[in-house]
């Protein structure tokens, strides 16, 4: 059976410890039970303090075990040295879950590190998970608890708040407070020893209390567990960060232009960016969201209208629209013709609607009507300077009363100070968003449709590849091997080109010559015109030491240029070892040269960075990061993030790119980097479009041991291969049976159009006629640490057709799973949904899954008699469906003949 989530025993106690009370007023121990009463706590409190009998009217006593009852949360406010033996003492008497608010753990040095070290193990020796230490607390306005020492309480409302700094959380509930603005959940995380914002964004993407989550982040922790929920949770609520820190105050020297051009920040930008996050620069600027959030409705589109009763408001408000690369929307006829019908003859005519300095309350509000009616409008931004003919608290009255109940999202800026606060109060009483200047406001919006636009781009079905990419493995595994173990960590140009060669990335012919003489015959070999380089270890960016030469029509030309390349470079760097040149064959010439690369972070794994190539690469920094695994979609929005990208398509006397070839040429790399966790970095410039073929004309990877198999190394979960087999119907139809991918939405339309009614009924429970887009790539697009699906593929001579699906849940805190089968009618009677069942079981007992539990209509006679087979026990029926549970590590019973 589904265990209780953990973080509900946090959030909806029953009964609650506070180790540390204290009748001392201002102490935090006093502050923590009195905040648990004045909120509204209604479960059993049990003051922990050995010095008091009584504290508040609650019996105290001297320590947890004491208490003889049961208890869901201690909240812990004692001295950090004390709290490893608080933990002990939780751990016997069977606490579920502990707030640590102590400070002086990692962060004060060794001494810090030690104990939290030791609480650790007492949490895990005792089963307790725990927020803290060195945070303030929680607050969960919704379920009535304040179990903070927080110095305002906050009122209920939508939105989730999650901060690393205790003392942002204070200051935003003082503002909240001003502006009417509610909380379904408010937690300070502090250092994240255990519970982190990954445990926090899975449990609330599940808590429809909580609409949408703000963050403010200092740092990540579990970086692919973090990846894993927000990935999952930002396609059904927004997620907005604050990022302190972006930038580094040293940045370590870097052996490639990838190293320099790639630093964290862009780690966590390639991050948020994947999974789907709103990032934003300010504390002001999250706050300005989280009112927006709180107050109304997600921006659908970005056609924004202005209403102002000034011009330079307006036009700071079109700057402002401008600088996210729209343009205020145009009014249609309609709207038009019925503002020019009412408003005065001198009205802007157009959008920022300027409805004149002298707007009395019935313009503004008979305009608003109007716009917000407006089908070609998205949204709403009324603006108001406090004119001398202005009524600044009659129109926000005004517009409060209008604004009920309607579904568009509005905001107001009201200018000044003074003589708008009164207006401001009614606003945020009637629950609109209100902001300083319109920039504030312009930006807001843009950013709460940020994320209508990221989940459009999170929900797009990639193309299939034309072809199946083929990549040898074992012989790049070979030549890396083999680079370890003769200690080399930077590897030769002709080394790096080798192992590129395996995974079927294009480079330019190139043979390494030690003398003059072998690199004319090399040259006489390939073909001219040939280009010669420098060959050495110890020089990172040939042209340095003008280790370049082009264009070589013979081989005398050759000699000359080795003699001449090999004395200079020993000139300007006498400590490099050369080694002699290589001799490469000469691309033909291109107008585009780009760079590609990878560099391994220590938290984030490998980033790919794509870019404007050449010497001037660090000139221009035209580039952009993300992170692996790529697919043909995600390759292209990498490159439409640069401005060479444009290039690409043809411009001028510039032919356009294969840019199809160029996507396939980032998967690849993509790819390499994602199976070989011994590659530090990856520098491939330049890359040349020669007759619109990207090819890599220079290289250089940078290798090391490592303990990591891939694809732990990855934040991001790849396509899990090692589950791919075939298998034979027992009517002899061959079939490949393997993980969904995302460019598989066309087959599993046609899998659901091969299902009759009554199979759709058997496992949606519902009779459903249409699969819109939304739905299906619900099906395909998965995080393969939390769920998979495995399709059974028609091989040839058949068609490749999708005959069935078995698919597997995973919730983050194992043990327990979910399955569910479906075959569509064609196939059914043939034995592929045990095969797909076995295939479920068999996954899910490889990522410590113990119980796989699922749901059965009781008239699908013929699924309860194949999952008893299967071992499964039949437990009850709940509402109407039969509950059936798999024990997978006693799996398969005696006496079964599969798998």
């Not at 998970?129 to 945070?135: D, H, V």
Request: aromatic residues 6%.
């Amino acid at each position: 059976m589904l265990q209780k989530p953990v973080l509900d025993y946090f959030f909806k106690p029953g009964a609650i410890a506070v180790v540390g009370a204290s009748p001392r007023e201002g102490s935090i121990g006093f502050t923590l039970l009195h905040n648990l009463t004045k909120d509204g706590f209604t479960g059993p409190l049990y003051p922990i303090n050995p010095k008091h009998d009584e504290i508040l009217g609650h019996k105290a006593y001297p320590s947890v075990s004491a208490v003889g009852s049961p208890i869901d949360l201690a909240i812990i406010a004692v001295p950090i040295q004390e709290v490893p033996a608080v933990m002990k003492e939780c751990g016997q008497a069977k606490v579920k879950g502990a707030i640590i608010l102590s400070a002086g753990g990692k962060e004060v040095g060794e001494e810090g590190t030690r104990i939290e070290a030791q609480i650790a193990a007492e949490a895990k020796r005792g089963g307790i998970r725990y927020l803290g230490p060195n945070c303030m607390g929680i607050l969960s306005p919704v379920n009535n608890l304040n179990a903070s020492f927080a110095a305002h309480s906050a009122e209920p409302g939508s939105l989730a708040l999650l901060s690393q700094s205790g003392a942002i959380c204070t200051a935003i509930l003082d503002r909240a407070a001003t502006e009417k603005l509610g909380f379904s959940h408010f937690v300070s995380v502090g250092s994240m020893a255990d519970l982190d914002f990954a445990d926090m964004i899975d449990y609330l993407g599940n808590d429809r209390n909580a609409r949408s989550i703000i963050i403010y982040m200092e740092n990540m922790t579990r970086h692919r567990k973090f990846m894993s929920a927000a990935r999952s949770v930002s396609r059904i609520k927004p997620i907005i960060v604050v990022k302190s820190g972006r930038s580094e105050a040293a940045a370590k020297a870097a052996a490639s232009h990838t190293g320099s051009l790639a630093g964290r920040d862009d780690a966590y930008n390639a991050a948020f960016r994947r999974a789907g996050i709103i990032r934003v620069d300010t504390i002001s600027q999250l706050f300005s969201c989280a009112q927006a959030l709180g107050k109304m409705q997600r921006p659908t589109g970005a056609n924004l209208a202005f209403i102002t009763n000034a011009g330079g408001p307006g036009v700071m408000a079109v700057d402002a629209l401008s600088n996210w690369g729209y343009e205020p929307a145009q009014l249609g006829p309609e709207t038009f013709q019925k503002l020019d019908e009412f408003l005065p003859h001198f009205w802007s005519r157009g959008n920022p609607i300027d409805i004149l300095g002298d707007a009395p309350p019935e313009r503004y509000v008979q305009t608003v009507r109007i716009c917000l009616a407006a089908r070609e409008l998205s949204g709403l931004i009324a603006i108001l300077t406090p004119q001398a003919m202005t009524d600044p608290t009659g129109v926000a009255r005004a517009l409060a009363d209008e604004i009920k109940n309607r579904s568009k999202p509005f905001m107001a800026v009201w200018m000044g100070a003074r003589d708008v606060e009164a207006g401001i109060r009614v606003l945020n009483e009637a629950g609109i968003p209100t902001f300083a200047t319109p920039e504030q406001a312009v930006d807001t919006f843009m950013h709460m449709y940020s994320y209508t636009r990221n989940l459009e781009l999170l929900q797009e079905t990639p193309p299939s590849f034309p072809h199946e990419i083929q990549v040898n493995i074992r012989q790049a595994r070979t030549f890396i091997t083999e680079c370890i173990r003769r200690g080399q960590r930077i590897l030769t140009e002709v080394e790096s080109k080798a192992i590129l060669s395996a995974y079927g990335i294009p480079v330019n012919r190139t043979v390494a010559a030690s003398s003059s003489r072998a690199a004319a015959e090399a040259a006489k070999n390939m073909g001219f015109p040939v280009v010669v380089k420098i060959f050495s270890p110890d020089i990172t960016h040939k042209s340095d030491v003008d280790g370049v030469r082009l264009n070589l029509t013979s081989e005398r030309e050759v000699a000359a240029a080795f003699d001449e390349i090999t004395s200079r470079a020993a000139g300007i760097k006498p400590e490099a070892r050369i080694t002699g040149v290589t001799v490469q064959s000469q691309v033909k010439k291109s107008e585009i040269e780009l760079i590609v690369g990878s560099k391994r972070d220590p938290q984030f794994g490998p980033l790919l960075l794509f870019g404007m190539g050449g010497v001037l690469t660090e000139v221009f920094k035209d580039s952009a990061v993300t992170l692996p695994p790529l697919n043909l979609l995600l390759a292209r929005r990498l490159m439409e993030r640069t401005r060479v990208y444009r290039l690409l398509q043809g411009y001028r006397n510039i032919p356009a790119a294969d840019v199809d070839l160029t996507a396939e040429f980032l998967v690849r790399v993509s790819q390499l980097v994602s199976d070989f966790p011994e590659i530090v970095e990856l520098d491939l410039n330049p890359v040349v479009i020669s007759d619109g073929r990207p090819v890599a004309i220079d290289a250089r990877i940078v290798v090391e041991a490592s303990d990591i198999v891939a694809p732990r190394h990855l934040i991001i979960s790849p396509y899990p291969n090692q589950y791919e087999s075939e298998w034979m119907l027992e009517d002899g139809t061959p079939v490949l049976i393997r993980p969904m991918k995302p460019e598989d939405e066309s087959l599993v339309k046609d899998l659901l159009d091969n299902c009759s009614q009554e199979t759709i009924y058997f496992r949606y429970f519902a009779v459903v006629k249409n699969w819109p887009h939304e739905s299906l790539v619900r099906f395909t697009q998965y995080d393969y640490d939390r769920e998979i699906g495995i399709a059974a593929i028609g091989l040839p001579p058949g068609p490749a057709t999708m005959m069935g699906v078995g698919r597997l849940v995973m919730p983050p805190e194992r043990p327990d799973a979910e399955f569910a089968v479906i075959v569509a009618d064609p196939w059914q009677g043939k034995g592929l949904g045990e095969k797909l069942i076995e295939r479920v079981i068999e996954i899910a007992r490889e990522n410590g899954v113990q119980t796989l539990v699922g749901d059965v209509l009781p008239e699908n006679e013929k699924m309860l008699s194949l999952v008893r087979k299967i071992g499964f026990k039949l437990l009850r029926l709940e509402e109407g469906t039969c509950k059936v549970e798999l024990d997978v590590a006693s799996w398969p019973p005696a006496g079964y003949p599969g798998p």
